[in-house]
């Protein structure tokens, strides 16, 4: 992908020099193309605390992408959640314009638009590979788009965490009836199901789950993976570690920007910022694919952190719940049918697929 942001940055220059050197045209102009050289400072806000690895590190490198595919055009300047606007207000900021762009996870603005949590992680979902290729090839991105549209926001995909793990708990998970009573801290489609078995979820920004569950003001919490739980300490909050991430299964982390501002851009800057944006989303997985299994050997080994499977019968319940929640949800919602609807007709087509392919391959190799 970098061999692509390379061969862009020489199309886009070469671009700027044939505009300033070539005659007059027949072609009606705009005005974001008659001044090719007007140079853009923006600001973009995340959800993520400072300095934190992948997110915030994907996200600078994302506008330091920008920076060199526009020749300096366009500048980002990064804020890590609570800098600039709190953590949980991202939406709003771009949506209202008082910064350019932001960076979070749709299912935080699941109050506002119920429908966006499909454009982050579906309990028993599709995984990283089914969503890209649902939001690349199938009808995701038009679905997002157009559900962000009356809000002002155009949204991109800019990174997949993949499976995540299902969580640190302070007490065993033996059965569903252990998950009653629970406070939790898990967002979107996920806590409406852990609701559903009888738990309280609680949604809070990243930067406070450690202090929420070291004090007990939540009795467990779902974040991200080993590499992330590990650098966060939960291993010093909770004794178990449970898996897998039944509730996030693929989740996507979304860019977005507000539509004035986009729109002011000549077409060259948009395309650097999806293909920058493209380029980051690979990354972020990636990393992640490389890092975790490093980090819960560490865990394991080190910290010696009980890693457990949730049984199957919870993970059966959870399953049905999980059926009933998308129907109610679906019931009350027009939107949130509609992309349900096409969400799971492209899944099934996936599954189908991978039945055939990943999931066979992994049958013969042994797995």
């Known amino acids: ?106 299912y935080y603005w699941a109050g506002k638009l119920p429908a966006a949590q499909f454009f982050t992680a579906v309990p028993f979902g ?36 993949g499976v995540q793990m299902g969580g640190w708990f302070n007490k065993k998970i033996d059965s569903v009836a252990d998950l009653k009573g629970l406070k939790m801290r898990i967002p979107g489609l996920g806590g409406k199901v852990f609701a559903k078995a009888g738990g309280t979820p609680v949604l809070m920004a990243g930067g406070e789950i450690y202090t929420a569950l070291d004090r007990g003001t939540i009795d467990a919490t779902e974040w991200v993976g080993p590499f992330h739980d590990e650098r966060l300490g939960l291993y010093r909050a909770a004794k178990y570690y449970y898996y897998p991430g039944w509730h996030e299964p693929g989740p996507v982390l979304e860019l977005t920007v507000n539509a004035q501002a986009y729109a002011s851009l000549p077409a060259n800057l948009q395309k650097a910022i999806e293909v920058a944006a493209s380029d980051t989303n690979q990354w972020m997985l990636n990393q992640f694919e490389a890092r975790n299994m490093q980090a819960l050997r560490r865990l394991k080994d080190e910290h010696k952190v009980q890693v457990l499977p949730f049984p199957d019968d919870v993970l059966a319940e959870l ?49």
């Open 126 to 161: 599709m995984n990283a590979q089914g969503m890209n290729a649902w939001l690349s090839a199938g009808d995701g991105l038009t679905l997002w788009r157009e559900l962000y549209k009356p809000h002002n926001l155009v949204p991109f995909p800019m990174g997949n965490t």
């Open 1 to 106: 992908m970098r061999i692509l942001i390379q061969t862009l940055f020489i199309l886009l220059t070469f671009g700027a020099v044939l505009s300033g050197c070539g005659g007059q045209s027949d072609a009606p102009t705009s005005a974001a193309a008659a001044a090719p050289e007007k140079t853009y400072n923006w600001k973009i806000v995340t959800t993520w605390p400072p300095n934190f690895p992948i997110f915030q590190e994907g996200v600078q490198r994302f506008a330091d992408d920008v920076k060199i595919l526009s020749n300096g055009r366009l500048k980002i300047k990064v804020f890590a959640g609570g800098e600039l606007v709190p953590a949980l207000q991202v939406f709003d900021a771009v949506s209202q314009g008082t910064v350019e762009m932001g960076h979070g996870a749709g």
């Open 319 to 367: 399953h049905r719940l999980t059926g009933e929640v998308m129907d109610e949800e679906a019931a009350k919602n027009p939107a949130f049918k509609k992309v349900y609807e096409n969400y799971r007709g492209f899944m099934a087509d996936h599954d189908e697929w991978g039945q055939l392919s990943e999931a066979a391959y992994q049958r013969a190799r042994g797995q």
